[in-house]
């Protein structure tokens, strides 16, 4: 029995963390289902992007308020789960504050965690007050209505309980630690948590035990569930944004990718020796779909956007077709992709990694045609992200298809590209007509 919570931590531990595993190996699984491969030029450039955006929140300052509360509670996270290993230790091994000895050190470690607790505490009240009460307009448009509002209010109310639960475990460690009790020994500071003590005045020792006890055990369990609720939740950018920042694009913005397929017709055309009524070869590949209709369609790295999303609606409310009243809003845009990605997930677990038609895809059926053409491809959402998404390379794309696949663009750039191709430019003119206008009185 002396051994009994050490193998049921290891248990609680194991099962969590291999959850986890799978909800990252069917991550991967499902990003995989994009076209091409990750990019792997520049090296050098992407790792200073990933250094510089994710680790260094440069683009979420941009917004200072927003941006210096994530900080804190970025902060909070990375640095607390130092002493997350500390209690994972104990927990498999029966110690108790196993870092203890590193003396002043871990002093300074466990008095900054807890100041850290504390910080974390007061900007996710604010952040709760901002989505629930101030209401900002990015957070009550109309993709925030249901799960994603409560799916944002829950992750607060779980940073919260979290860090009531560290701070209540540390005020009871330290309130045995005064009264010399065995197996607590006396290491940390405890800035905040000491003014929690009162609260344990006239408790027995064993009533202090129990809470500091129930205080770990929750406080663990809850980060483990924590954990494998990413994968479900908005949340998941904590993990994600490395990677996307890391495969972020390098180009100029808002340059455009040439489809493969026409480059190589366009040169066909253009090549004095080519014969363009020879037939294709027999092994030939069949044609490449243009552009994209289904999520299978997109490339692994605007799959990778899509899991990334922070929902915090920076690219919405900057961009124009938005705030002039069109149906756009590039972070519905990454939403839908996401939740299309799921459904296609979830085809495939059923049918033990086969994909069955389901009469569903991505364009018409989450985004409509009216979405994609009130883009201005302004590449404002794009600027605005503060994890590097392009929304917009998944709108193009969606645009591709329309116009090479069904002929389905609007009426105006369907008279735009006939000019182009008759009259060499966008007007209705003649070329040699162009200048008429000089001879006018």
Not at 399 to 405: A, D, H, K, S, T
Request: aromatic residues 10%; glycine residues 6%; hydrophobic residues 45%.
């Amino acid at each position: 029995m002396q051994y009994l919570p050490n193998v049921v931590f290891l248990i609680i531990l194991i099962t969590g963390i291999g959850y986890f595993a799978r909800n990252v190996k069917k991550l991967l699984r499902n990003i995989n289902l994009g076209r091409g491969e990750m990019p792997a030029d520049d090296k050098p450039q992407r790792f200073r992007n990933m250094a510089r955006i994710a680790l260094g929140q440069t683009k979420m300052v941009v917004r200072p308020i927003a941006g210096v509360l994530h900080v804190i509670v970025y902060l909070g996270f990375i640095i607390i789960n130092i002493e997350v290993l500390e209690i994972i230790i104990d927990g498999i091994f029966g110690t108790h504050r196993v870092f203890a000895p590193l003396g002043n050190i871990y002093n300074v470690l466990i008095a900054s965690f807890e100041v850290l607790a504390l910080l974390v505490i007061l900007s996710v009240i604010i952040f709760w007050l901002r989505r629930n009460f101030i209401r900002l307009k990015r957070f009550i448009k109309p993709e925030m209505k249901g799960w994603p509002k409560l799916d944002a209010n829950l992750i607060l109310y779980i940073e919260l309980v979290l860090m009531f639960l560290f701070l209540t475990m540390n005020a009871a460690d330290y309130q045995l630690q005064l009264l010399d009790t065995p197996h607590y020994t006396k290491a940390g500071l405890f800035p905040v948590s000491q003014f929690i003590t009162s609260v344990f005045a006239g408790m027995s020792v064993d009533g202090i035990i129990l809470v500091e006890r129930i205080a770990w055990w929750m406080h663990i369990v809850g980060i483990l569930a924590f954990l494998n609720y990413l994968y479900y939740s908005k949340h998941l950018h904590i993990l994600l944004a490395f990677p996307n920042t890391y495969y972020g694009n390098l180009t100029e913005p808002g340059r455009f990718t040439n489809l493969e397929a026409v480059t190589k017709e366009v040169k066909l055309m253009m090549d004095p020796s080519a014969d363009p009524f020879a037939a294709p070869a027999e092994d030939a590949p069949p044609p490449d779909k243009f552009g994209a209709s289904d999520v299978m369609d997109l490339t692994k790295v605007q799959l990778l956007n899509a899991y990334t999303c922070t929902e915090c609606g920076r690219c919405t409310s900057e961009c124009p077709a938005n705030l002039t009243g069109k149906k756009l809003s590039p972070r519905k845009i990454m939403m839908d992709t996401r939740d299309r990605l799921e459904e296609v997930g979830n085809i495939l677990d059923i049918n033990k990694g086969e994909f069955a038609e389901d009469g569903r895809q991505l364009l018409g059926d989450f985004i409509t045609p009216e979405e994609i053409w009130a883009c201005t491809s302004c590449n404002a959402c794009v600027e605005a992200c503060p994890v590097s998404i392009d929304p917009l390379s998944i709108i193009i794309s969606m645009r591709q298809y329309l116009v090479m696949e069904q002929s389905a663009a609007p009426t105006e750039l369907n008279v735009m590209m006939s000019n182009i191709e008759n009259n060499g430019a966008p007007w209705p003119f003649n070329q040699m007509d162009r200048l008429n206008w000089t001879d006018e009185s």
